[in-house]
């Protein structure tokens, strides 16, 4: 018996039929689940664009948003530091996403003629190498996008009798960077060896400095466009203070902005935690790292979460809910999914063991 020729057409390629079910979906639908992409990372919501054509028409293009509208700044990619510091030797710089531990490289040709003063929220600060302009910029390194700040310089210089009386100026910093209500993108910079802050936004036509001061021995990290300062002991107190530093405000009047002083927000009692030693964002947690008060475990190493202090609830962190790291001027971590105490390694960049 003769084989008789099917009449049903071939199965359909699987490209076909997935972007068949794309296209039928609506465009509020893709947008919403753009939305959730992107709490999750910029890079994948940039690949869930390029799905196919309707995904990209009912979505919202990174580019031109990668500053302004904060949910497209990459907060979990760090700038990995090369030879000393974050002085760039090329235009192609590498990333370590903080919760993947993925790393990729992104060619930035705005570091042809610029240095990198600093990184806050994946975003890099900039200083054009040019000594007749000395203008900061603020990058997105993943959509090209930057703006443009007042040239800091001719501020520090007016201000060296605020550092450490040596006449010269460690620009290794703590910056945050925020965007107002009003679209406009504020930088807060502490330079380690100036007590105060520098501060502007993208509406100034000149940086300002904080009327006051921080502590000399005070540890200040940048989380979610605020400072945050570990406040060092002193002869009046002895407990250790966490104050919060809010973003610039804009005085509409005066066309300029300004700063409110440092508020206490937590404490850490001296009889549970002892030996500061500085804090750290872990995505979105500050964590407080110290020495167990209690004689009976000396030197046991403890973490605190600055959302439990603030609540007076002075428990250790015991666990995470999987791996994840967060990274500091200074040192870089990896945490486990259970903190064990002694397990924990902490590495410098300039350590050699």
Known sequence: MAHQPS????????????????????????????????????????????????????????????????????????????????????????????????????????????????????????????????????????TGDFVELPPLMSLVRANLDMSDGTGR??????????????????????????????????????????????????????SQGKLFVLDSPTTHHREQHILQIDPPRLDHHAMSSYLLPPRLIATCPTNKISAMFYMEECVSEILVIGHDANPLFKGRMLVYKVADLIMGKVVPVTSTSRKQGFGHSSIYTLVPAALRTGTNVCISPGWSG
């Open 169 to 222: 100026v460690d620009f290794r910093s703590v910056t945050s960077i925020s965007v107002t209500v009003d679209g406009f993108v504020a930088v807060m910079i502490k330079l380690y060896n100036i007590s105060r802050v520098f501060f502007a936004t993208t509406k100034d036509q000149h940086w300002s400095v904080s009327t006051w001061n921080i502590g000399w021995y005070s540890e200040t990290i940048s």
């Open 7 to 142: 009449l049903m057409p071939p199965p359909a390629p699987k490209t076909t039929s997935l972007h068949h079910a794309w296209s039928s979906l609506h465009a509020d639908l893709v947008r919403l689940l753009g939305w959730q992409v992107l709490a999750g990372d910029i890079l994948d919501y940039v690949r869930f664009r390029v799905v196919c054509a309707h995904s990209r028409s009912s979505t919202i293009a990174p580019r031109s948003h990668g500053i302004v509208d904060p949910r497209f700044h990459p907060k979990r990619w760090f700038l990995l530091p090369e030879g000393h510091g974050l002085q760039p030797a090329d235009v192609k710089k590498r990333f370590f996403n903080l919760c993947t531990g993925v790393f990729v490289r992104a060619w930035l040709p705005f570091l042809s003629d610029s240095y990198v003063l600093d990184s806050a929220n994946g975003l890099l600060l900039l200083q054009r190498k040019s000594q007749d302009t000395s203008a900061i910029r603020v990058l997105h390194p993943f």
